[in-house]
């Protein structure tokens, strides 16, 4: 009954290697997001996706590419991984509803490239 | 570039104590301010939320206090307890976004810990 699950809940990967973290909302949600924590704790926004279209993509190296294949699903697909890309990802979702805006994060995602 | 500026760094308070962390944010349009509370190794929580045009907001023991004119908002943690040693997170959501989902820019965080 988790409201926003992602997996894996831990990557461990060498460099150049490609990855992808999966993660899916229950909440009926509109809006979908990636966050990327780095070691000091700072959030940072990837991309957000409402009714599967992107619509906010940050300045992001275009090795990373989400996919929403539906409203409930948001996965982020990295290519040829760096050392800089360890970080903690999280996945958020949100209602579109003025009367909640409420997002949701995921347990995150703790990405370390060796 | 949009920015939500956040302090202390980190907080120290005795068990019983008031925590106050403070956030400021620049001339942007946002019309949503929360708070995120986040455990080691979990995801940030939503704890506390208020729109621009209330000044104050109370749940329990958090408050929040906004002043729209000085583009600040604070959270007050009444009696802390060990508990609630977490770090803390401000937010706000820009409203260009709004019937697509907001962006939502946090603050730098808050280590806060409640000593008992």
């Known amino acids: 009954d988790t409201a926003v699950s992602q997996t894996p809940k831990y990557l461990v990967t060498q460099m150049g290697n490609d990855k992808s973290i999966k993660c899916e909302q229950n909440?009926?949600?509109?809006?979908m997001y990636w966050y990327k924590q780095d070691s000091k704790k700072f959030l940072k926004i990837m991309f957000s996706?409402?009714?599967?279209?992107?619509?906010i993509n940050e300045t992001v190296p275009n090795r990373f590419s989400p996919k929403s294949p539906d409203k409930a699903h948001l996965n982020l697909h990295i290519n040829s991984l760096e050392l800089g890309d360890s970080a903690v990802y999280f996945c958020a979702s949100s209602s579109d509803r003025r009367s909640n805006y409420g997002y949701t994060f995921g347990s995150g995602t703790r990405l370390t490239v060796v | 570039q949009q920015q939500v500026k956040q302090s202390p760094q980190s907080l120290i308070v005795q068990k019983g104590g008031i925590s106050i962390i403070n956030c400021a944010y620049e001339?942007?349009?946002?019309?949503?301010f929360p708070w995120y509370q986040q455990f080691p190794g979990k995801g940030p929580a939503l704890l506390i939320a208020i729109r621009p045009d209330v000044s104050e907001k109370k749940e329990g023991r958090f408050t929040i206090s906004f002043n729209k004119s000085a583009k600040q908002f604070s959270l007050h943690i009444m009696d802390s307890q060990p508990g609630d040693s977490a770090t803390y997170f401000c937010a706000a959501r820009g409203a260009a976004f709004y019937n697509q989902g907001g962006k939502l820019i946090f603050g730098q965080g808050t280590e806060l810990s409640v000593k008992p």
């Open positions: 909440l009926g949600h509109d809006t």
């Open positions: 996706y409402n009714n599967k279209e992107l619509i």
């Open positions: 001339n942007t349009a946002f019309d949503y």
